[in-house]
């Protein structure tokens, strides 16, 4: 079996395990907030995950996470609550419409020659405040009043709400995972990675660059407005200001970074880690301040750490699975917290830390201490952000 | 057998006109040398003809076909490849990958598995394979010279466009590197060079096309062009303005 | 008909506002390659201290001026020394100072809370002055934002063709290290043009707090007014980035008029969308600084 066929099984025996969540929960009636943390680190893998598609692979940055997130609610919100569609037929409509807004963006911004990079990122961050726009002055959308999206009727199949709402997340998740793990190591993420590099040179080599930017802008819209279609039963009361904020292309752009732009894994493990530190920081009560962490956050990694932590948590892995494991193992024994979450999260907390320090620290570090070593760090030369045949 | 026909083409950049009226034709086989002080139009003649700009007015026939209008990656595919004076690989591959991507989206579309082999070749014809996977940033000048022409043959072309490759070369790596080119165009591929150095251009060259001012002043065999009056006129000039520093 | 000639002049006047929000992103944009996205919460922030200070000691408003850009344009020399020390380059830039102003934006928040904040008439005689030529109001601290946008953009103008300066910027704009090989300090250049790019944020951020009620959110929403005028101005060309915001301060005015105040950033986006759509080659031409 080639190792991409290895990988794909994993996914499936993880998501089959994982799916399986809820009646575990039921059976050994541990509390129901544990589904819903798991299912909120679902919807912001998949959003991390299908932005880094586009700016993470391509390098073409996108503030428009909102937008194409808000097109997938409100399509939902309109053509279910309103209109009374089925929610399974207005789901697919929901990721698509959002691909045809990113294609549509596409399509206006790529053509141009100059400064093609900037003006897409700034006409991202304009998009969301006009679809707001459109949406509030519209009343076939919204019109101001909002949209209440509790009590709407699922599909027998999927259980009961909490569970759906799970099992739907994990669904679009994984989808978006896999998606991005393919595109990684094709001809299509090659070609991706060469336009991030030097566009104009990967034009003049045969690369079909116009071609390839709409694909990874489309993939990006189209999974962001599905997790939007279903994240719009979770929302239970949709407005335009709750669904066009800020917050969406804001923790997008912090989990990515964080975890590594350059390969599929990065956002993954930037989504579990935010998620895991806000979900802490907020039971602690520090939800207003939850924003300036997150900026500041966000300037420190944006430039301390160049390729995120996953590479380096390849890199550095023993010590990534002392600290992280070690960690945990101490706060659990010592039953320091109350919930099994903080007991993650400080484990988190300590191997982004260790990760944080730079490779030159490291580097000196790893020679004080070490002797003779098992040839456990590889050097940075080696690109271990290529998987491959 | 003409492979490029080049008709009245022109090129302005606001007020400056960079290209004015150049007609100029390439043999099949041949190793055409386009000289010009500075300014004159060579590099932008390379980028017009590579595609990197649309042209304002003219015509580029290439092998039977209008490639006006044609963007550039089409035309990579129709077997035009160029390498740049100041070399850009894709910073984040190594060399290997560098081949390799250049390979899958060459002339024929291959997929990554036959990628990764195949660039084998072109780092072995060019002496690369010693530093294939070491970050780029870690190659000399003249290995990231020899990583451009690679990743440019990797795309099999029939036209190559060689955009000053010898810059800022020392003499013994001038002469590997005339030493590759001489290779280059043994296995059939033509040639169309930008260069300085004199002494490389007369002696790799089947013809040469003086440029100045964005004008084909001069064209002919090397020895014929090199003593053509207008010609050393528009480069005795240059000598003169290089000396002054 | 006098409503539409309303919106048209007030849309006229509108537009030297958002020019002069625009001109310290577009000058940074285009002299320093830096996007400088904080920009939107340096001029609510001036704002917001215009407010404080007003309210505190019960000062008139227009006097912060003298506070808050000198204040500001420290802030930029300080920024600016930050990104060069940090090494930032374009894509870079956007990631931070997108965090800058996340951060910016939450201190708004948590320090004068999500409450609309305003001067009030009792300290702020400006905000209800007008004057009238032919039925039509002239709102005073918009018309004074306009005049001053029109001195600014005058005056970087002159600046750019005149001084020696001005030149020094095109260079380091155009080719940092040949700049730098003919003498200029290209540091001391950029450290002065992004503390002059930030003064004029902290003064339209004046303008703001006498002519209408702040909150924090109010940042984001300038975003789909601002670049849009940025883009289509030209990057580091004042007088450009006036014209487009006249053009863009119009059609929200008349799009206003016409379909309520929540058409604006619709249709602006519009003709950020029919621009690019007719003009693939670039609006950024040779107008522009580099």
Redesign the interface.
Known sequence: MTSRARTLVGFAVVAVALAFAPNIQEAFEFPRFYLIFLFTMYFWISQASSWNILTGYSGYFSFGQGAFYGVGVYTVGVLVVKQGWSFMAALPVAGLLAGLTGLFLGLVVFRVRRLTGEIFALTTLAIAFVLASLARLSTFIDGGTGIFTTGTPLPEYLGEFTTAAYRLTLAVALITVVVAYLIHDSRLGWGLFAIRDDEPVAEGLGVPTFRYKMVALGANALLAGLMGGVWALQLGFVTVDEVFNIRVPLFVILMSVLGGMQHWMGPVIGAVIITTLTDRLNSAGLADVNQIIIGGMLVVLALAVREGVYVRMRRRWLTTAITFFGVLGLTTVLDLNDSLISDFAYAMVATVVVMLVPDRVWALLRDVFRRSEPVEEQTEAEDLTRTGP | MTILEVTSIGKRF??VVAVDDVTLSVEQGEVLGLVGPNGSGKSTLINLL???YPADKGRVVFDGTDVGEL???RI??LGI??T?QIP?P?????PR?NI???Y????S?H???EA?SAAEEWLSFTGLEGVA???VD?LTLHQLKFLELA??LA?HPTLLLLDEVLAGLNPTEINQSMEMIRRINDRGITLVIVEHVIRAITALSSRIVVLDQGRVVATGKPREVMSDPAVVAAYLGTKRRHAAG | MELLAQGIVSGILAGGLYALMSIGISLSWGALKIINLAHFAFVLFSAYIVYQLTVSFEIDPLLMVLVVVPLFFLVGVLVQMFFHLAKVDEFKSLIVTFGLFIILQSLMQTIWSADFRRIGPALNTYETESFFIGGIAFQLPQLAAFIVALLIAGGMWLIFTRTYFGKAVRAVAQDPAMARAFGIDSRRVAVILSGLATAFSALAGVFIAIGQSMFPELAVAWFGIVFPIVILGGLGNSLGTLVAGVIIGVAAGISSVLWGPLSAPLVTFLILIVALLFRPEGLITKRSIA
Do not use: I, K, Y
Not at chain 2, 90 to 94: A, E, L, N, S, W
């Open positions: 606001g007020g590579s595609g990197f963007t550039a990656h990579a595919a490849a160029r740049f850009r894709f910073h984040t591959m190594t990958e390799a991507v250049s899958m989206f060459g002339r579309p997929n990554l598995v990764r996977d070491v970050g870690q990743r440019a795309t």
